[in-house]
């Protein structure tokens, strides 16, 4: 790698010195390392890598992820960097492709910061016939052969696993599950959170009330305390495509993984019903619609895939640039990308 | 006035929170992978200095503050208020203790001002780095005793008092830094 140029103006305009590489040769060759590892693993496990498309003509409904649209000149229509692999891999299941992966570089608009870029690398995979807490099981499988020895998963030693109810009542001293507006506005407070809004905007719901708490309080508890750790059981209204437990139909079969307080990994058992699927669908455009967010085509490709019938999975995708920065004991995102999204 | 997105502030970027206009200082955003996004700051009071933090939730519109930094040349005092120029347009504008705090200690006619107009009004100022100013008053030291770094009060023409070395007298000009309010060396002029 060339040593960094001196001169600050520049010939061609902007500053002389963006051209340049965030992240050290040592680290792209870490991310090399990485990216063979996982193909590794996945292979001796028989687990067949698929490629889908990056550009489609549906988008995602979530109202908290926002697609990127492109004009398409010949055409009429808008066209949708994906936000996730994860319609297109769900097809591929219903066409019994069996266990499936893949490494993509998704797209997610206005998503920038120190963990966070427009433009990232993801890997996902499905289990066709595995239980949302198996897959966790390989999750951790995947953990112990990459991260180093610091993390203490080499000597036999077991990922912390803690419900989303118990890390909220821990932390943030509220339960997600039962806790009014009134409580989780008095937590906020507690914690100290001075959140402004314009007057006329909406308060925040009970999901926004809790990612408030989540992020401001409970994820810099989790960086002190836990080094791996898995959350699961998530309240149903942050089900997303996950199903819901048959025991208890106010949570979801979801898992996020964390590493030193970082999100890393989202993973769930796959809802399979086209009917529930569509109505969770209709329902985030109706939320977009009231909250003045534009309202994409919804994938019927994926629906009617799942019409056809899906069989029983659970899947995950997990953040490949703040798994490599947990590796590489990196700060920021920029560090472990050759060129973050200001230099792109 | 313009509007930011969150999404569109920076450190360094002048918003407008509870009426009062504010620097960002630090800046961080937020975000679980499916959930709600936010941006929290730590923000600069430019009318008090107190720092704090607010959190703004993604896709908030911001108030901008209209608040700009222009070197200014410093007059005179009348007794109540301080007088700066613009030294290219020759334009004045007229201070008063609110804006200029306690920093009048270390206005000296002629030196170069940072003043910080907000609205067009002035909000606060910052002295040079360095001033020289001439000690109008302190106790004659104790001959023989400068070595060991012993110190005595010095009152300067701008009424500020420093600490000094024991062989600073009356008359003497002083090269003084503002921001700890500490004696650097004797000036020649």
């Known amino acids: 790698m060339r040593e960094p140029a001196i001169s600050k103006s520049s010939l061609f305009g902007g500053d002389a010195n963006l051209w340049q590489p965030t992240a050290t040769l040592l680290r792209l060759q870490q991310r090399a390392a990485l990216l063979q590892q996982l193909r590794r693993f996945f292979a001796e496990r028989g687990v067949l890598e698929v490629e889908t498309p990056q550009l489609s003509h549906a988008a995602n409904s979530d109202p908290y992820i926002e697609s990127f649209a492109l004009g398409a000149a010949a055409r009429q229509e808008s066209l949708y960097l994906h936000t996730s692999p994860e319609f297109a891999m769900k097809r591929l299941l219903a066409s019994g492709a069996g266990a499936i992966y893949q490494i993509c570089k998704v797209f997610r608009q206005g998503e920038e910061g120190r963990l966070h870029n427009p433009e990232f690398t993801m890997l996902e995979w499905y289990r066709p016939g595995f239980a949302y807490r198996q897959l966790m099981d390989e999750v951790e499988a995947l953990l112990s052969r990459l991260l180093p020895s610091a993390f203490g998963l080499q000597n036999g030693e077991a990922a912390e696993r803690l419900s989303y109810g118990e890390v909220m009542q821990r932390y943030a001293a509220v339960d997600p599950f039962c806790a009014t507006p009134a409580m989780l506005d008095a937590a906020v407070a507690a914690a100290g959170i001075d959140l402004v809004q314009r007057p006329e905007a909406a308060p925040l719901d009970r999901q926004q009330q809790l990612d408030l708490l989540l992020t401001h309080v409970v994820d810099p508890a989790l960086k002190r305390n836990h080094k791996v750790l898995f959350i699961y059981d998530f309240p149903a209204a942050q089900a997303s495509l996950a199903r819901l437990s048959d025991a208890n139909p106010e949570v979801a079969e979801r898992f996020e993984l964390y590493l030193n307080g970082i999100e890393i990994a989202n993973g769930f058992a796959e809802l399979t019903d086209a009917a529930e699927q569509q109505r969770r669908f209709h329902a985030e455009l109706a939320l977009r619609q009231q909250r003045g967010q534009p309202c994409f085509p919804i994938d019927n490709h994926f629906l009617n895939a799942l019409v056809q019938g899906m069989p029983e999975a659970s899947g995950v995708a997990l953040g490949v640039d703040r798994l490599l920065l947990a590796i590489s004991g990196a700060d920021s995102l920029a560090e472990v990308m050759a060129f973050p999204f200001d230099r792109a | ?120 009004a002035p909000i606060c100022i910052v002295p040079p780095n360095h001033v020289i100013l001439k000690v109008v008053h302190t106790e004659p030291g104790v001959r023989g005793d400068t ?43």
């Open chain 2, 1 to 120: 006035m313009a509007n930011y997105g969150s999404n569109e502030l920076k450190r360094g970027t002048k918003i407008l929170v509870d009426g009062n206009p504010c620097n960002i200082v630090e800046i961080e955003f937020v975000k679980p992978g499916k959930g709600q996004a936010f941006t929290r700051v730590k923000i600069r009071n430019l009318i008090n200095g107190r720092v704090v933090e607010k959190t703004f939730k993604s896709n908030e519109t911001i108030e901008s503050a209209d608040v700009i930094d222009v070197e200014m040349q410093y007059l005179y005092n009348d007794g109540e208020l301080w007088h700066f120029m613009e030294p290219t347009s020759f334009e004045q504008i007229a201070c008063d203790k609110s804006a200029v705090g306690e920093e009048y200690k270390w206005l000296k006619e002629q030196d170069s001002c940072m003043v910080t107009l907000w609205n067009g």
């Open chain 2, 147 to 189: 070595a060991q770094g012993a110190t005595k009060p010095a009152t300067l023409e701008t009424g500020a008092e420093i600490l000094v070395p024991l062989f600073v007298d009356i008359d003497d000009l002083l090269k003084v830094d503002t921001r700890s309010g500490s004696y650097i060396a004797r000036a020649r002029d």
